[in-house]
């Protein structure tokens, strides 16, 4: 019998050199994506800000500075700051209720997959397509082209 063995233990994660990514080439992607940025609003961005923009976009959104930043919504700094731009600063708002208010007419229509058809009652058998075959239809005798 084989023997397990331990699992690897995992790396400590390094501090990345972002400095690297300003003086990498610029690729062709940034090069294209910036031309096609220009033709659609008219504005020429430079296409190395374009690059560090789209590489470097994920490690800011998991970022420290990122989760405690007032322009985050959903931070509490953003949280706070959207609230005291709204004049509740003393005020808190009621919450809002998460069941349906009873005066509500009808539920919305279902969306995804619906239900299976019910079962033939017992003793009867499921009608079948006309041709015999499901999703199929015979050839016929001339070439349809």
């Known amino acids: 019998m084989a023997r397990k ?5 995992e790396p400590e994660e390094a501090e990345r050199d972002y400095a690297a990514y300003a003086t990498k080439d610029i690729n062709g992607k940034a090069e294209a994506y910036s031309e096609w940025i220009e033709e659609l609003t008219g504005y020429e961005p430079d296409p190395r800000s374009v690059m560090l923009a789209v590489n470097l976009h994920m490690e ?9 930043d007032e322009r985050n ?3 509490d700094a953003g949280k706070k700051a959207r ?12 919450a ?3 069941t349906p208010a009873k005066t509500a007419a009808k539920a919305p229509a279902r969306r995804g997959r619906q239900p299976a058809a019910k079962a033939p009652a017992k003793g009867q058998a499921a009608k079948r397509p006309a ?3 499901r999703g199929r239809q015979p050839a016929s005798a001339e070439a349809p082209y």
């Open 5 to 9: 063995t331990a699992p690897a233990p």
């Open 73 to 75: 919504p959903r931070s």
């Open 96 to 98: 809002k209720s998460k």
């Open 131 to 133: 041709s015999g075959r």
């Open 83 to 94: 609230a005291a731009a709204n004049g509740a600063e003393t005020e808190k708002a009621p």
């Open 60 to 68: 800011f959104q998991g970022s420290d500075e990122w989760r405690n």
